[in-house]
């Protein structure tokens, strides 16, 4: 199951845009090849890691 694009979906259209920024800074992505993860969602398991931690720190700040 694709994580990101799981949580993403439920995301307000603000919160994608900051939410992606963040993601984007934190692996080092570009625009586009954060779009291509998110629709097919083959990460390393060190981008894995950053993305469940940042969904984990997002959702509660934003609950």
Known sequence: MNILKHYYSKLSRYNKSMFREAIID???WSY???YYKLKNGNF???EYKVVDD???AFFFRNE
């Open 26 to 28: 934190a692996c080092g």
């Open 54 to 56: 940042y969904i984990k």
């Open 32 to 34: 586009g090849t954060f």
């Open 44 to 46: 390393s398991k060190l």
